[in-house]
Each structure stands twice: as C-alpha cells, then as structure tokens.
C-alpha cells in the first residue's frame, strides 16, 4: 500500500467545534430520503389533531361573539342596568 507524507498514519484528530457545527447543520437541513412509516402515522394523526383544534377554536370564538352580543347580524342588547331602570320607571308610572 502506498504511504502518503504529506498524511502520515496516526490516529485521526478530534473533531473541532466547526466540524461540529458544520455536521449539524447540515444534517438539520438533509431531506429524508424514504421516512419511516411510523412518522408518516404521527404526522397524520397530528395533522388531524390540530385541524380538530382550529375547528374548535373557530367554534368557540363564534358561540363568544354570539353571546357577547358583539356579532356583526345582531342588534346590540340593552345592559341588564338599564333593563332594571326602565322597569323601575314603568312601574313608578303605572
């Protein structure tokens, strides 16, 4: 076998923390050829879960609007203190 110089034998250096960045960093970004199909079921049924979620969401935000009166189609309800002094005058009058 030929020897270089320039390279002699000897065991190979530590890794320094370039090379370590550099192999992260590259790995992070690295398409995985063919996935595990253990992952394509989590990512699916995480995918499912979070739709669930904002359908969700949207619900409640839509059952918060309705009952705070503040939905674009309804009409503004009176404040229950204003309910008590209209009902208050009524009676006074009556």
Known sequence: MHQHIAHPPGPDPAPTLLD??????????AKVRKPDERFLE???????????????ERTWGRARTRTSGKSAFSTPQPSPLSLARSLRSAIIHS
């Open 20 to 29: 370590n960045i550099s192999d992260t960093l590259l790995n992070a970004f």
């Open 42 to 56: 989590t990512r699916d049924s995480i995918d499912k879960f979070e739709d669930s979620l904002a359908g969700i």
